[in-house]
């Protein structure tokens, strides 16, 4: 099926820091990339919704100058955690949804999560 | 706004035995439903979803899901469970634009052999 990374998988920060993840749809190009966070035992909740070339819609609460969202291309989107603290830490999970191709553009396609501890 | 109900966050059962996991919605338009399934240590994929026609849908790995309308219900079903399908089950409501999804807690689903 249609396969996104993330990466890093997991990363450790100091509190204060900036942490970069990055997503990437490997093998379709992606109209639409989301950001997810999810904390133990909940479940996703969707942070941003971004598209290629224009500005990331955020959700109500999500405070999009300390969740820096750049979709630079049809198969990259980064999510910047800018000046860390520990309530930052969780899991972070992207998903994309196809432009065409051969694929379910009607479905998202999700990477496999970051975690993220913020110390 | 949507939300999305699943209603046992844990589910234990025998290998063979027949499953239900209950998921209601709450949104006033037409809805997008999906199931998505997590394996442990693995991300989350796509088990089956409705959009419209036939409200019986079959996905993959034998499991299929029933769209009640006037029950705003979108059970997961499996007649016979193997050991394998121990995971995470997710359902999710996308609008009629589709522009974003809102998921349930949950279900573990765990399977003894």
């Known amino acids: 099926g249609a396969v996104v990374s993330q990466h890093p998988s997991w990363v450790i920060c100091k509190s204060g820091t900036s942490v970069k993840i990055e997503c990437r749809s490997l093998?379709?190009?992606?109209?639409?990339m989301f950001w997810y966070r999810q904390f133990p035992k909940q479940s996703l909740m969707l942070m941003a919704t971004s598209n290629e070339g224009s500005k990331a819609t955020y959700e109500q609460g999500v405070e999009k100058d300390k969740f820096l969202i750049n979709h630079a291309s049809l198969t990259l989107s980064t999510l910047t955690v800018t000046s860390a603290h520990p309530e930052d830490s969780s899991f972070y999970i992207c998903?994309?949804?196809?432009?065409?191709?051969?694929?379910?553009?009607?479905?998202?396609?999700f990477g496999p999560g970051t975690r993220l501890t913020v110390l | 706004a949507q939300s999305v109900s699943q209603h046992n966050h844990h589910v234990i059962l025998s290998e063979a035995a027949s499953l239900e996991l209950g998921c209601n919605y709450s949104y006033g338009g037409t809805v997008n439903l999906f199931w998505y399934v997590q394996y442990p240590g693995q991300h989350l994929q796509l088990l089956l979803k409705?959009?419209?026609?036939?409200?019986l849908v079959k996905g993959i790995k034998g499991f299929e899901a029933e769209f009640i309308k006037s029950k705003f219900s979108f059970n997961l079903r499996k007649p016979s469970v193997q050991w394998s399908d121990t995971a995470e089950y997710f359902c999710?409501?996308?609008?009629?634009?589709?522009?974003?999804?809102?998921f349930g807690k949950g279900t573990m689903l765990l399977v003894s052999p």
């Open positions: 998903s994309a949804r196809p432009l065409e191709g051969g694929w379910d553009t009607d479905t998202q396609y």
């Open positions: 999710a409501v996308g609008d009629s634009g589709y522009s974003t999804l809102t």
């Open positions: 093998d379709f190009q992606a109209t639409t």
């Open positions: 409705y959009f419209s026609g036939d409200p």
